[in-house]
T-cell receptor, first 115, second 113 residues
C-alpha cells in the first residue's frame, strides 16, 4: 500500500524567511502525481502545488516550490518570503496512477509564522 | 461563481440516527469524493464516484453510504452502523482523467451527542 509520511508535526518560521516542509512516500509505481495542500483555520483544503512524477523539473508557484527527488521518494515544499497568511496545516498527498483519482494524505505539518 | 458547496457547516446527531451530508458542485466535474478528517490525521477516503450512477468504496467505507443520481450532487449518509462518526467531512471533485486535480469544499463538522 502507498504511504505518505510527514515527519515534522510542527514547524515555525519568521516572517520573510524561508522554510522547507518534508514529505516522503512509498510506491512501486513510476507514473504518479504529488500534491501539497494547505488547510488554514477555516479548514478548507487549498491546492498549493502539484508535481507530475514523469517531469524532472521541480514545480513552482510564486513563493512556493518543491524539491522532487524521485529516486529517494522525497517531495519537500519550500516557502520563500513567508507571510503571516501562510500559517496553516500543510498536507502532502500522493495520487494513485490510473483513472481512479484516489489521494493518500500524510498526517500534516502545522506551520507557524512569527513576526 | 463556480465551486463546491457543503451543507450544513455544523451538524449534530444523536446516537442511533442516520444523517445525510450534502455536497454540490457547479464546476462540471465528473468525479466526486468524500473524505474524513480526524484530529492529528490526514484525510482518509470514504467513497468516490467517477460518473453518475456509479461509485466505489474507499479505505473506510463501513458505516457510510452514498448516491450519485446527478453529476452535480454526491450526498453522504452516515448511518448508525458507523461506530465513531464524530469528525470533519470534506467533499472534493475533479475532472475525470489521469491528470486531474481534486478541489475541495469547505467541509462539514459532524458531532454525535
Amino acid at each position: 500500500a502507498q504511504t505518505v509520511t510527514q515527519s515534522q508535526p510542527e514547524m515555525s518560521v519568521q516572517e520573510a524567511e524561508t522554510v522547507t516542509l518534508s514529505c516522503t512516500y512509498d510506491t512501486s509505481e513510476s507514473d504518479y502525481y504529488l500534491f501539497w495542500y494547505k488547510q488554514p483555520p477555516s479548514r478548507q483544503m487549498i491546492l498549493v502545488i502539484r508535481q507530475e512524477a514523469y517531469k524532472q523539473q521541480n514545480a513552482t508557484e510564486n513563493r512556493f516550490s518543491v524539491n522532487f527527488q524521485k529516486a529517494a521518494k522525497s517531495f519537500s515544499l519550500k516557502i520563500s518570503d513567508s507571510q503571516l497568511g501562510d500559517a496553516a496545516m500543510y498536507f502532502c498527498a500522493y495520487r494513485w496512477p490510473g483513472t481512479a483519482s484516489k489521494l493518500t494524505f500524510g498526517t500534516g505539518t502545522r506551520l507557524q509564522v512569527t513576526l | 461563481d463556480g465551486g463546491i458547496t457543503q451543507s450544513p457547516k455544523y451538524l449534530f446527531r444523536k446516537e442511533g440516527q442516520n444523517v445525510t451530508l450534502s455536497c454540490e458542485q457547479n464546476l462540471n466535474h465528473d468525479a466526486m469524493y468524500w473524505y474524513r478528517q480526524d484530529p492529528g490525521q490526514g484525510l482518509r477516503l470514504i467513497y468516490y464516484s467517477q460518473i453518475v450512477n456509479d461509485f466505489q468504496k474507499g479505505d473506510i467505507a463501513e458505516g457510510y453510504s452514498v448516491s450519485r443520481e446527478k453529476k452535480e450532487s454526491f450526498p453522504l449518509t452516515v448511518t448508525s452502523a458507523q461506530k465513531n462518526p464524530t469528525a470533519f467531512y470534506l467533499c472534493a471533485s475533479s475532472i475525470y482523467g489521469s491528470a486531474d486535480t481534486q478541489y475541495f469544499g469547505p467541509g462539514t463538522r459532524l458531532t454525535v451527542l
